[in-house]
């Protein structure tokens, strides 16, 4: 934690170190693979497109390029903006670090719908088109069901919001292995996959579907910024302040739940990207959401990609599940970021 | 002119019942305190006041607005709130903080104005706070701390504010600094006080009026001088009060009981 609010300076030159990351990770999405191909034939291949220069790609490396390669780093940018962006958001109006969709029973409601896609085909399929439908109706039917239960009494506070998110996602969750125990050993296997998060099945189409839920979901989040500074005096203050916390609650909770839904639903559960993003971005701008919420988008871009460099390129040519990466790397980082707080505190 | 009114106000949580029929009419440009033992229902009573508590009966209307048909933002600007341990966020600057203040007038979709800049600048001028400005709003001392967060309900620019026991936690000296700036602002900018005190001395050399809640109703209501030296002090703290005059100056000391001596 920074002893002081964050110099100018300091601030743009995170902004840009963090913008490279991005850079550095677009480039890995394209470039780096079993097939090799370089950097330069892949620019100029793009600059072909808009009519500079001429390709010197050939067919086969350019599906490669454009039709595997990108729309995975595109969905990943995608993810993990978004994941990110929602974590930050709820631990602000929250004002709990630990926060994020995922508490409130998005992850649960997502797997019990998936799980119910994916033990209702037969033997052979792969995961139904149609189990991303499914995961998303039930991460919105868990969230809707905590926020029915816990934010309805006059009394609620964010602890009762957490407390019902708990139960909702332990019930789903019983329901979910119920399901599971039920069904086939192929298919455990399959459920078990798609829990484990990847961005193996990306396509444009798969980008198509998240982008508008995205880039709704996040710039709300981020437009949200200043009343989360407001926020962190507490429910009572901010509203004598002036901020109408109800329905900035209902505003963000919504928008980060629907927007982690529909990636979710599309690339499974991935988890940690939601805590440790936002935390590094604390950790190097200060406390401010003005701050944090906009470079986490950027950041959590970059982060996922990077580590989807890694799932895929370490044990090639098979593929490490994108959630045990995202977890090998974020769970040493958090503990970093928890003895770099506890110094800055004592 | 009447600026606060309270009328017939009772407030709940679940069955029991906090505070009960209370009614009070402030005027513009004075100084009241509510006193009262603890559990009274000082805290609720005022909280109520900043329009943070659903009344269960009554009123309460700022300014001639009744303030449960207004949204937060309206109320902000015509009541603002100190409660009793504000909570003072880690890694924000004093000036951010007190800068907080002017969220109702430039909205959360934009920056502060110019103008409220300028307010800013100004409270932190008039609560010497200038020199703090950069400084992590955590890292202030009890005293400093206190003056931030009054300087915070200033920069709301509104005609009232509403304080629960902004001398907690303080030293003498500092209490007295706090409460000589909110003296000045009765004096010098006619704002309206409403604060809760413990300290019953305090409470009566610098208020104009003094309220006695007790058990969530008001046994007493009038100038210091009356409320201070009443029966009724005593039995609703439940002890014996003895008043002393030091140069002009009444002191509230508290006596032994006879099993004591």
Same mark, same amino acid.
Request: proline fraction near 5%; avoid cysteine; aromatic fraction near 6%.
């Given at each position: 934690m920074l002893a002081s609010p964050p110099s100018a300076r300091r601030v743009l030159l995170v902004v840009v170190a963090i913008t490279a990351a991005l850079v550095v990770a677009v480039i890995c999405g394209l470039v780096i693979g079993p097939t090799s191909i370089s950097t330069q034939r892949i620019l100029g291949d793009a600059l072909s497109r808009v009519g500079i220069g001429h390709s010197t790609l050939t067919s086969t490396q350019s599906t490669?390029?454009?039709?595997?390669?990108?729309?995975?780093? %595109?969905?990943?940018?995608?993810?993990?903006?978004?994941?990110a962006v929602a974590g930050g958001t709820y631990q602000g109006i929250f004002r709990n670090p630990l926060a994020d969709p995922y508490l409130l029973g998005v992850a649960?409601?997502?797997?019990?719908? #998936?799980?119910?896609?994916?033990?209702?085909?037969?033997?052979?399929?792969?995961?139904?088109?149609?189990?991303?439908?499914?995961?998303?109706?039930?991460?919105?039917?868990?969230?809707?069901?905590?926020?029915?239960?816990?934010?309805?009494?006059?009394?609620?506070?964010p602890a009762t919001l957490i407390l019902a998110g708990v139960a909702v996602s332990a019930l789903f969750t019983s329901a979910q292995t119920f399901l599971q125990q039920q069904s086939s050993t192929q298919s455990i296997a399959r459920v078990y996959i798609w829990l484990l998060g990847s961005l193996a099945s990306a396509s444009w189409h798969s980008v198509d579907i998240v982008v508008p839920y995205v880039i709704v979901c996040s710039v709300l989040c981020v437009l949200a910024g200043r009343a989360l500074d407001v926020m962190s005096v507490g429910d009572d203050e901010a509203r004598s302040l002036g901020l109408s916390v109800r329905s900035l609650r209902l505003l963000v909770v919504g928008a980060s739940s629907l927007g982690t839904a529909a990636i979710v639903s599309v690339v499974g559960l991935i988890g940690?990207?939601?805590?440790?993003?936002?935390?590094? %971005?604390?950790?190097?701008?200060?406390?401010?959401?003005?701050?944090?919420?906009?470079?986490?988008?950027?950041?959590?871009a970059a982060f996922l990609v990077l580590c989807d460099t890694v799932a895929r390129t370490v044990m090639a040519p098979s593929e490490l599940p994108l959630g045990v990466v995202t977890a090998v790397i974020g769970a040493p980082v958090f503990v970093v970021i928890l003895s770099v707080r506890r110094m800055g505190t004592s | 002119m009447t600026m606060v009114q309270i009328d017939h106000v009772s407030l709940r949580?679940?069955?029991?019942?906090?505070?009960?029929? !209370?009614?009070?009419? %402030?005027?513009?440009g004075s100084w009241c305190t509510i006193i009262g033992p603890n559990g009274a229902g000082k805290t609720t009573l005022v909280a109520a006041v900043a329009g943070l508590r659903t009344l269960y009966r009554g009123s309460v209307s700022i300014d001639g607005e009744?303030?449960?048909?207004?949204? $937060?933002?309206?109320?902000?600007?015509?009541? #603002?709130?100190?409660?009793?341990?504000?909570?003072?966020?880690?890694?924000?600057?004093? $000036?951010?903080?007190v800068a907080l203040g002017r969220v109702s007038f430039h909205g959360v979709l934009h920056a502060p104005s110019l103008r409220d800049r300028e307010v800013v600048a100004g409270v932190l001028e008039r609560l010497e706070l200038t020199d703090f400005r950069r400084r992590d709003s955590a890292s202030l001392s009890?005293? $400093?701390?206190?003056?931030?967060?009054?300087?915070?309900?200033? #920069?709301?620019?509104?005609?009232?504010? %509403?304080?629960?026991?902004?001398?907690?936690?303080?030293?003498?000296r500092h209490q007295m600094d706090i409460l000589e700036l909110l003296k000045t602002e009765v004096a010098e900018c006619g704002l309206t006080v409403i604060a809760t005190l413990h300290d019953l001395t305090l409470a009566g050399l610098f208020t104009d009026r003094l309220v006695l809640l007790s058990r969530g109703?008001?046994?007493?209501?009038?100038? #210091?001088y009356d409320v201070i030296r009443s029966t009724q002090l005593a039995e609703s703290y439940g002890t014996t009060l003895r !008043?002393?005059?030091?140069?002009?100056?009444d002191v509230v000391v508290p006596v032994r009981g006879d099993a004591h001596r």
């Open positions: 490669i390029v454009w039709q595997y390669r990108a729309p995975r780093m %595109v969905l990943g940018l995608l993810a993990g903006a978004m994941l649960a409601g997502a797997g019990l719908g #998936a799980t119910l896609a994916i033990v209702n085909v037969s033997n052979n399929a792969a995961v139904p088109t149609w189990a991303p439908l499914l995961a998303f109706a039930g991460a919105m039917v868990a969230v809707t069901l905590t926020w029915i239960i816990g934010g309805r009494s006059m009394k609620s506070t940690f990207v939601g805590i440790i993003v936002p935390h590094i %971005v604390r950790l190097l701008v200060g406390t401010s959401y003005r701050r944090i919420l906009p470079l986490s988008v950027i950041f959590g | 949580a679940g069955s029991t019942t906090l505070v009960s029929d !209370v009614s009070l009419d %402030v005027t513009g009744l303030l449960a048909d207004l949204n $937060e933002r309206r109320r902000a600007r015509l009541v #603002a709130y100190v409660p009793q341990h504000p909570e003072i966020p880690a890694g924000m600057s004093v $000036e951010e903080y009890g005293g $400093e701390r206190q003056r931030m967060v009054l300087a915070r309900a200033l #920069a709301q620019a509104t005609k009232v504010v %509403v304080l629960d026991e902004p001398t907690t936690g303080l030293d003498v109703a008001v046994v007493m209501d009038g100038p #210091a !008043v002393v005059t030091v140069d002009g100056i």
